[in-house]
């Protein structure tokens, strides 16, 4: 299934069906009097979270979405049926913006959230409403209220309690493949991971919810590369996993590239809490190894974990320190639904 995370959509309620005009006619009775029913209600449209879903690729080939409009008011002071909402399925973590992309109207962060983003119409009152003591067969009723349209903008953010930063090639995928059971694609060129991946880590009888996002380079903010799109998916996060390439040239120049993105991004993504590890250390000789450690912790200004995805070597400590931010397992995890084929230490 192809990974589309933003959708403009264009969405109408229904009308209000029109009051009726009618009047009772029976044999023997001469003045019945009024008896058009109202009409009936247009529908809504409503945006719905549920879960099971990780894209929007349902609102890529069909943009155009209406509610079903109220039934007329018939005689014998029948009311008309009220139209059928028009549901739009959402996965959770989607936030609804206007037209212009940045008046927010909701964020729907849990399964079964849901707003009204357009009232139906109401139906018209029928002749029988407007009867008096003076005006006793009125030929009058009222038109149904016409529906309300808009386009909006829907943007998923995934939800997830850890992410994985750095830059291409960093070992992201390997990590993510050695820690769940996610099978992202992974390669020996830059850019391997197209769009994010999500994957739920099993260990010490807790579980969280890690999530892996195409690398960035310098000038990401600025369109460089695959650019800082994905980075939405990553605020949510509780902490971030930033991993160094330790067969890079300079891990400390690496580190303060990816800071600079999350900066340059902001959205609080600079201020989340951070851990940092120096990975593929099975590719490093002792001194190598030593000389990148010492590069990196006067970039980060702290002591960085030391690991392996390949090997997996130091990968039980980092999941703790993430766990350890993290605090108690997520919702997801308390939910029941575990990840197939999850790794343990």
Known sequence: MKFLDEAKVYIRSGDGGNGCVAFRR?????????SGGDGGKGGDVIAVAVEGLNTLIDYRYQQHFKAKSGVGGMGKDRHGANGA????????GTQIYEEDGETLLADLDKAGDSIVLAKGGNG????ARFKTSTNRAPRNANPGQPGEERTIR?????????????????????FLAAVSAARPK??????????????VVEIDDQSFVLADIPGLIEGAHEGAGLGDRFLGHIERCRVLLH???GTGEH?????KTVRAELDA????????PEIVALNKADALTPEELKRQVARLKRASKKTPLVISAATRQGVPEALRALLKVIGKAPSSARSGKKAEAAWQP
């Not at 029976?26 to 009024?34: D, L, Q, T, V, Y």
């Not at 943007?155 to 750095?166: E, H, P, Q």
């Not at 991004?265 to 989340?272: I, S």
């Open 26 to 34: 029976e044999k023997f009775i001469e003045f019945g009097g009024p």
């Open 85 to 92: 909402d028009m549901v739009l399925k959402v996965p959770v």
């Open 124 to 127: 018209g009152f029928g002749n």
């Open 154 to 174: 829907l943007r998923m953010k995934l939800i997830a309690d850890a992410g994985v930063v750095g830059l291409p090639n960093a070992g992201k995928s390997t």
């Open 186 to 199: 992974i390669a020996d060129y830059p850019f391997t991971t197209l769009h994010p991946q999500l994957g």
């Open 243 to 245: 991993l160094v390439d």
């Open 251 to 255: 891990a400390g120049e690496a580190y």
């Open 265 to 272: 991004y902001g959205e609080g993504l600079a201020d989340k």
